[in-house]
């Protein structure tokens, strides 16, 4: 069947086949409509576990697939004023319905599987380019800007429905988990517990100041009424998070870049001091973080992001990330400390220009309070295997992405996980995945 596609493929999208989508979008049009499928499977064999809880990662053999599809629209009001518009449909499920890993295996899953694949609004926003002086500069249209070429020195102002993860933490090498890795701590700092629902949206505001060698954006979005929910909270003065990251590339004429982040998080979240107290006090028969918390507290963090291409077609990445971990993870996943590197060859020494093969690499932690709240048998949102012998949770990544036809691709990728859910009494687990990928 991938023979008979090659051999069909100049006559079906002509010649140009190194485009990356199936179709040709017009950089002069004012209307923009494209999409992408993204299809994945995942299993694991067996492996040892001395306990299971209720969000463990199960230890018998387990296979999903998830599949997510994406229109994106946009239309450019003016040359500087934009209107985007995007529908989505996330369907499948995770491995163990995506508990038991703060390094989940994959980013399309959707963590509460009851929401169903019926259609919802992904993105709806309002988008303004202000001039402020400098060269025009090339710029690839995509579903955050249709503008082929952007002035150097500028603002950028969004505001709707989005996606914080869009704006902050991105680098070339780990935000892709079309193309590239997978795996939830790899495509984003695990310690960034950025706004968003379940499915991973808010509704807010970015602002973002661009000149040659540095930038500066901050957002403001709305938080989830509780912990890994599907409903926003619009009141400000008791739920926000606010966002702030700088970008520089500190070296003239190399692409060296550098972000640092920070947010800081106000929403009804609970203690775990406080679950913990409650049990072992007597007071309540497990820990029980939903029935602690308290709205207004607060959770921050900081996060470094740096990515550096090399000769040869190689690029690196690394990050750190930390949070404060007295209060619940929230929003994203169960990590209070994170380190993550890794790279990418892109294949053209092998005659295969548009392949990619990479390796990353990820270690993460949790806080004193939150291990013992898990250690007694508590329950987060991801995370409760009914007790825990603390370990860093450690997970290796490994894909080869090949460009079967233009738009098509696949990819096999590899991930293996120690301690699973920061537990040394389960696992080591290998999660191999196949993936399917479709650009028009």
Known sequence: MIGLLLLVAPLLFGQDQDKPTLFDHSDDSRVWISGQVNAIHQQHPSFFAKYTGEHSLQPAREKATSRVLTLYTGVRVTKSTEILFDLESAGGRGISDAFGLAGFTKLDVVRNPTLGSKPYLARL??????????????????????????????????????????????????????????????????????????????????????????????????????????????????????????????????????????????????????????????????????????????????????????????????????????????????????????????????????????????????????????????KGFLLGDGGLTYGREEIVESYYTARLIRGVFVSLDLQHITHPGYNRDRGPVFVPGARLHLEF
């Open 125 to 378: 926003l309002f988008h303004q380019t202000i001039a402020l002086g400098g060269e025009s500069v090339p710029a690839e249209p995509n579903f955050l800007s249709l503008m082929p070429v952007k002035p150097e020195k500028r603002i950028e102002i969004y505001f709707g429905k989005l996606g914080i993860a869009d704006f902050f933490d991105t680098n070339a090498v780990g935000s892709d988990s079309h193309l590239q890795f997978m795996n939830w701590t790899v495509d984003n700092n695990g310690a960034y517990d950025y706004a968003a629902d379940t499915r991973g949206y808010s509704v807010g505001a970015v602002f973002d100041y661009e000149d040659r060698n540095w930038g500066l954006r901050f957002a403001e979005a709305l938080m989830p009424t509780v912990a890994n929910g599907i409903k926003l909270d619009w009141n400000l003065r008791r739920a926000r998070a606010e966002n702030l990251e700088l970008r520089v590339q500190p070296l003239p004429g190399h692409k060296t870049t550098i972000r640092l982040l920070s947010y800081l998080n106000h929403a009804n979240m609970g203690s775990y001091r406080e679950a913990i107290e409650a049990f072992t006090q007597g007071r309540e028969p497990q820990p029980d973080i939903e029935a602690h918390r308290r709205q207004g507290r607060h959770k921050y963090g900081f996060g470094l992001n740096v990515e550096q291409p090399l000769p040869h077609d190689i690029r690196l990445y690394g990050r750190l990330g930390w949070n404060e971990g007295r209060h619940e993870s929230f929003a994203y996943t169960e990590v209070n400390s994170s380190i993550s590197t890794g790279g990418d060859l892109q294949g053209r020494s092998w005659h295969r220009p548009s392949d990619r093969v990479g390796i990353a690499y990820v270690n993460n932690g949790i806080s004193g309070d939150h291990r013992r709240y898990l250690q007694l048998g508590g």
